[in-house]
């Protein structure tokens, strides 16, 4: 019933032209005095669900075989969300739906911008660009001005007045945690602080967008402080935070929302003392002809039943939703923790721990931006076939209490955040790390069937937000959609960070095709998972093309799939993607890894997208931006070390390695020196867990040993033998602190097989499997591995036996290297495991 199939469209523009007993007519244009014939239609949706509703509370005989109500071009701009509620609902027998009669039929929450004149000369407004500058009075609702923080012209978004755009961000100088203010180059010359100016920050996997209260300006920075509340969560929420990193570069930012800024053509900039709109024409714009709109509503339809009494068997089908708003950062700015769901508190714990999870260092309460559509307490409702556009937060989102309702064939683009969002996530009052087990489990969405929608061009805004985003949900299908031009993650599926059971079960995620993601953000996915949820299955799927992020925290924190903190008990199987790049991180158990990966028979996922019904969609679908580029992967599968060094003893040593462990890292491949800490572990997983280090210790000091200068294997000798299984012993010295020396050093190894082929010959006599050297400025780390069974100091020597030459390069190499601190004076290279 509920998998209808695209072709029906048809069949109500040929029902439309017949009439029967059920149905009501709307027409924009219409009288107010029409009775919803087609002769006399009404002129508004309401009037005709009223109509509709008082069939049903009579019993009239035209509600036999269900109502529909024909909506006849134009646009509809409402003064209030349109309101279904359960009188509005229909039966199995008789439903209510609501069916364009073309795809011209526009339900808007905007409102328009017109009245356009050259702007003259504007303060702060250099006279060479204000001469191409247009100005309009900005629009009322309800006889008031009201806050704009988008607006669209000729249906292309406008920019709302910025110091960068998205691909030449900056990177800030330094964050004071305790001061709570920004450092930002001094790269604004002659710029005033003006009130309603906002600092955007990319931070790991969101963004923040903070309102901007005092400025101080020093020689080459700039100090920002910012306004309450959203400065107090920023400075003591842990995760994500502004990212500092000599290695990667730190987190890029940009200034908004100032007249200063408005120079390039697409720009605009409200004043809200004098609400005049001032807007840079795109080329081939005529401001005398151009259609401009504004977003009033944050809400343009809300179906909205109760526990008891839920909206039922409702249906809307071809409708264009378009120009809704989302105010809430206009007041208390936004911060984001993952998903685009925002803080409304967040800190870090001064002793970690709670019931749920020994060691969780934070506590963290998240509200949920508006959408466009938003669905509570409904069953068996569907939107068909419909387009989600022109929007500042959400898509459309399924909130709670929703059961076997269907959404499918519609296509949602230029969204500012997610495209679709499914089931509690975690409301104002739960602390968003607990396990969700409601004791009415009406409350849970159950059963959704998301399937053949077109997903693209989602997260304008909010480049953390993604493109189906599900909660604590159940049953629920997401089939055969393609998504992509992606900020960051394709599917989001399950929340909570906890292994522990919950509501969540028996999901599938089956034959979607994601490409073209991860445009700003990492940490990502194609598929991404959170939390236990028992019968959870991931299949069919194909996941290609992730973007190369210009400002990643960790460039090569990218993944095709990725089991996240607490996923278990779910089976993920047969999904092709062209590289190994998966991560299990801190899972819980029974996660079944079947066929996955560039080796997966093609034959398996050529039905994954869009179904044959449904590909008029990819018509749809935006041309790839050729100045972007992908990854690709190149998997580096040698050992790699994680140290820590705490001479301070800030932490204990529990402490340390209880994070260690958290984090994915095996006890038994921890290793101790005095003050020094190592961990032995793979390239994914250390890259994480230099991130969680930093945001969890930033005081204490840590390296990663992932570069591998030089390496040898049994290969080089002339003698081979089987592989056995290995011991290994892990060495650490440092070069002197002599940049030539440092040189040299290297280009010695790096000519050591063509000029010191000796030293290999003395490898392969003692029976080294492998020698691998790393570096970290100028800190080295070195690895050997060797027959099990057999010691170190007795096969080290026959390095040496009849061969002089290894003793003259041990005298040379002797000249570049000391030991770390914390060594005696004639020591070099110390032992982290014998």
Not at 157 to 174: C, F, G, Q, T
Not at 267 to 290: A, C, K, S
Not at 404 to 427: C, K, P, V
Not at 607 to 619: N, T
Request: with cysteine; hydrophobic share 40%; proline share 5%.
């Amino acid at each position: 019933m509920k998998r209808l199939s695209a072709i029906a469209i048809v069949f109500f523009l040929l029902c439309g032209s017949v009439g029967y007993a059920g149905d009501i007519y709307v027409r924009q244009s219409a009288s107010e005095s029409g009775d919803g014939t087609r002769l006399a239609p009404f002129s508004t949706l309401e009037q005709a669900l009223r109509e509709a509703r008082e069939w049903r509370r009579l019993g009239d005989e035209r509600i036999r075989g269900g109502i529909t109500i024909w909506v006849e071009n134009g646009v509809y701009t409402s003064a209030q969300t349109i309101l279904i509620r359960p009188e509005d609902s229909g039966t199995a027998d008789s439903p209510t739906r609501v069916r364009a009669v073309s795809d011209q039929v526009v339900f808007s929450g905007g409102l328009p911008v017109s009245g356009w004149r050259p702007a003259g000369k504007v303060k702060g407004v250099p006279a060479h660009v204000a001469k191409r500058l247009f100005v309009a009075d900005a629009p009322k609702a309800g006889g008031k001005f009201f806050p704009v923080r988008q607006l669209w012209v000729d249906d292309q978004k406008a920019v709302r007045a910025e110091s960068h755009d998205d691909s030449s961000l900056p990177r800030i100088l330094n964050w004071d945690f305790k001061k709570g203010t920004a450092t930002i180059p001094n790269i604004f010359p002659d710029f005033q602080l003006t009130a309603g100016v906002e600092f955007f920050i990319h931070q790991w996997w969101a963004v923040a967008q903070l309102r901007v209260r005092d400025m101080q300006v020093f020689k080459d920075s700039i100090q920002l402080a910012f306004h309450e509340p959203e400065a107090r969560i920023q400075n003591e929420h842990p995760w994500p935070k502004p990212w500092l990193s000599k290695e990667h570069g730190n987190s890029a930012f940009r200034l908004v929302n100032a007249i200063a800024f408005l120079d390039q053509p697409g720009e605009w900039f409200l004043d809200e003392d004098t609400h005049r709109i001032y807007y840079y024409p795109r080329e081939g714009q005529n401001m005398t002809t151009v259609a401009a709109m504004v977003p009033y509503l944050e809400t343009i339809v809300q179906v909205a039943g109760t526990l008891e009494n839920p909206v039922k068997y409702f249906t809307m089908e071809g409708i264009q939703f378009r120009y809704s708003a989302w105010l809430r950062p206009h007041t208390h700015g936004h911060v984001a923790l993952q998903a685009g769901m925002y803080f409304v508190d967040a800190y870090k714990l001064a002793k970690p721990g709670t019931p749920d999870k020994a060691g969780l260092e934070n506590q963290a309460w998240v509200g949920r931006p508006k959408a466009s559509v938003q669905l509570e307490n409904t069953a068996y409702t569907a939107f068909r076939n419909c387009s989600f556009t022109h929007l500042a937060a959400t898509g459309i989102d399924y909130r709670s209490g929703n059961y076997s309702d269907t959404l499918e064939g519609n296509m949602l683009q230029d969204i500012g955040g997610s495209a679709i969002l499914l089931g509690e996530f975690s409301a104002e009052q739960f602390e968003a790390h607990l396990p969700y087990q409601p004791k009415d489990e009406r409350v849970l969405s159950n059963g959704i069937y998301v399937a053949n929608n077109l997903i693209q061009q989602i997260g304008v805004e909010d480049w953390g937000a993604v493109g189906i985003g599900a909660g604590f949900v159940r049953n629920v299908e997401i089939k055969h959609n393609e998504l992509l031009d992606l900020p960051y993650t394709g599917i989001s599926l399950g929340w909570g960070w906890t292994p522990t059971l919950n509501s969540m079960q028996n999901n599938q995620v089956f034959e979607n095709k994601i490409t073209r993601y991860g445009k700003f953000m990492y940490d990502v996915a194609g598929i991404y998972t959170l939390s236990a949820q028992p019968g959870t299955k991931i299949q069919r799927n194909l996941i290609d093309s992730i973007y190369r992020s210009p400002y990643a925290h960790i460039p090569d924190h990218w993944f095709y799939l990725y089991t996240d903190e607490g996923s278990a008990y779910m089976n993920i199987s047969d999904n092709w993607f062209p590289s190994n790049k998966i991560l299990q991180n801190a899972n819980g158990p029974n996660i079944a890894w079947v066929n996955n990966g560039p080796d997966v028979d093609k034959k398996l996922v050529k039905d994954a997208g869009l179904q044959p019904a449904f590909a008029r969609l990819r018509k749809q679908i935006l041309p790839l931006d050729t100045a972007l580029r992908f990854n690709a992967y190149i998997p580096f599968t040698k050992p790699v070390f994680f140290q820590i060094y705490d001479p301070q003893r800030q932490l204990t040593q529990e402490e340390i390695e209880t994070f260690l462990v958290k984090q994915g890292g095996e006890p038994t491949n921890v290793f101790h020196w005095k003050n020094y800490t190592l961990l032995l572990t793979t390239d994914e997983l250390s890259k994480k867990m230099a991130g969680a280090w930093l945001a969890t210790y930033p005081q204490v000091e840590y390296k990663l040993f992932n570069n591998l200068f030089y390496s040898f294997d049994r290969s080089r000798c002339d003698v081979q033998t089987e592989t056995q299984d290995t011991d290994f012993v892990l060495l650490t010295a440092q070069l002197r602190d002599d940049k030539s020396k440092e040189e040299a050093y290297l280009e010695a190894h790096k000519k050591q097989y063509e000029e010191w082929p000796e030293v290999a010959k003395g490898f392969c006599q003692a029976g080294f499997e492998e020698v691998l050297l790393y570096r970290n400025n100028r800190q080295l780390m070195l690895y050997i591995s060797f027959p099990k069974g057999k010691k170190f100091e007795d096969i080290d020597p026959l390095t040496l036996k009849d061969n002089p030459r290894v003793e003259e390069w041990n005298r040379l190499m002797g000249t570049y290297q000391e030991g770390i601190a914390g060594t005696a004076a004639n020591e070099t290279w110390i032992f982290y495991k014998k």
